[in-house]
C-alpha cells in the first residue's frame, strides 16, 4: 500500500512538474513575442525620432519590412504592433538563433514617411539622408527616443492625425486630402511648381487627434498641440 502510494504521488508530481514546466514555457513565449513587439516599434521610433517620448508622430499609413524581405502596410500602432506579432509567431523566432536579441530580425520603416511636429508641420522624408538629419534634430536629452527616463514610453504614440485635412502652403493656398498618400501628392505638386523650395505644409486648425487609450480630441492651435506632445513626454 504505502510503495503503491508512493508510486502514485510521484507519478502525480511528475504531472504537475510537466504542467509548470509547460505553463512557463508559453509564458516565456508569450514574454518572448512581446518584448520583440516593443523592441521593434521603439526601434522603429527611433529611427524618425518619434513617439510619446520623441519629437515628432508618424503619419499612418505606414509601410514596415521584415528581415525576410517581407512588407506590410499599417494603418495605426494597433496594426503595427499586431502584425510583428504576426511575423514573430509564423516565421517561429527563437532567442540565440538568430532571432531578435541583437535586432537582426527587427523590422523597419519603408520610405517615404510622413511625421509632424509639435509646430504643426509636416516632413515628408524619402531619403535615408533625410531621415538621418531628421533624427539629428531631435535631440534625446529632451525627451526624444531613448532617452529611457521619465517620459519615456517606448512603442506607443502620442496621438495620431484624423483624416480629413485641411493643409496651407507659403502662398496661402490651401488644399484638402483625405489620406497620406493625398498628402504627399499635394506636398510634391507645390514644390514641383516652387522650384528651390522644399516645403513643410502645416494644418490649418482645428485637427482632430486620436490619442494612445482611443480618446478623440479637437486640437484648435498650435500652443494646443505643442501642450498635448509635452503631456506625453511627461
Given at each position: 500500500?504505502?510503495?503503491?502510494?508512493?508510486k502514485?504521488?510521484?507519478?502525480?508530481?511528475i504531472?504537475?512538474?510537466?504542467?509548470?514546466?509547460?505553463?512557463?514555457?508559453?509564458e516565456?513565449?508569450?514574454?518572448?513575442?512581446?518584448?520583440?513587439?516593443?523592441?521593434?516599434t521603439?526601434?522603429?521610433?527611433?529611427?524618425?525620432g518619434?513617439?510619446?517620448?520623441g519629437?515628432?508622430?508618424l503619419?499612418?499609413?505606414?509601410?514596415?519590412?521584415f528581415?525576410?524581405?517581407?512588407?506590410?502596410?499599417?494603418?495605426?500602432?494597433?496594426?503595427l504592433?499586431?502584425?510583428?506579432?504576426?511575423?514573430?509567431?509564423?516565421?517561429?523566432i527563437?532567442?540565440?538563433?538568430?532571432?531578435?536579441h541583437?535586432?537582426?530580425?527587427?523590422?523597419r520603416?519603408?520610405?517615404?514617411?510622413?511625421v509632424?511636429?509639435?509646430?504643426?508641420?509636416?516632413?515628408?522624408?524619402e531619403?535615408?539622408?533625410e531621415?538621418?538629419?531628421?533624427?539629428?534634430?531631435?535631440?534625446?536629452?529632451?525627451?526624444?527616443?531613448?532617452?529611457?527616463?521619465?517620459?519615456?514610453?517606448?512603442?506607443?504614440?502620442?496621438f495620431t492625425?484624423?483624416?480629413?485635412?485641411?493643409?496651407?502652403?507659403?502662398?496661402?493656398?490651401?488644399?484638402?486630402?483625405n489620406s497620406?498618400?493625398?498628402?504627399?501628392?499635394?506636398?510634391?505638386?507645390?514644390?514641383?511648381?516652387?522650384?528651390?523650395?522644399?516645403v513643410?505644409?502645416?494644418?490649418?486648425?482645428?485637427?482632430?487627434?486620436?490619442?494612445?487609450?482611443?480618446?478623440?480630441?479637437?486640437?484648435?492651435?498650435?500652443?494646443?498641440?505643442?501642450a498635448?506632445?509635452?503631456?506625453?513626454?511627461g
Open positions: 500500500m504505502y510503495r503503491t502510494f508512493i502514485s504521488f510521484g507519478f502525480f508530481a504531472l504537475a512538474f510537466a504542467g509548470f514546466f509547460t505553463s512557463c514555457q508559453q516565456d513565449s508569450v514574454t518572448s513575442v512581446e518584448n520583440f513587439v516593443l523592441q521593434s521603439t526601434g522603429m521610433e527611433d529611427q524618425c518619434a513617439g510619446a517620448a519629437c515628432y508622430e503619419v499612418f499609413p505606414i509601410s514596415i519590412q528581415s525576410d524581405s517581407t512588407t506590410t502596410v499599417v494603418g495605426s500602432y494597433v496594426e504592433k499586431q502584425a510583428i506579432r504576426d511575423w514573430f509567431v509564423a516565421n517561429d527563437r532567442p540565440g538563433h538568430g532571432g531578435h541583437g535586432g537582426i530580425n527587427k523590422p520603416l519603408v520610405l517615404p514617411i510622413q509632424i511636429t509639435d509646430e504643426g508641420e509636416i516632413i515628408t522624408i531619403t535615408q539622408e531621415l538621418r538629419e531628421l533624427r539629428a534634430l531631435c535631440n534625446p536629452g529632451q525627451g526624444g527616443p531613448g532617452n529611457g527616463g521619465p517620459g519615456h514610453h517606448g512603442g506607443e504614440p502620442c492625425i484624423s483624416f480629413p485635412l485641411t493643409v496651407s502652403f507659403p502662398d496661402s493656398s490651401q488644399v484638402v486630402v497620406t498618400e493625398e498628402l504627399r501628392d499635394a506636398t510634391r505638386t507645390w514644390n514641383q511648381n516652387n522650384p528651390g523650395q522644399h513643410r505644409p502645416r494644418f490649418v486648425f482645428p485637427i482632430t487627434v486620436t490619442l494612445s487609450d482611443g480618446t478623440q480630441v479637437v486640437v484648435n492651435s498650435r500652443a494646443e498641440l505643442r498635448l506632445k509635452e503631456d506625453c513626454r
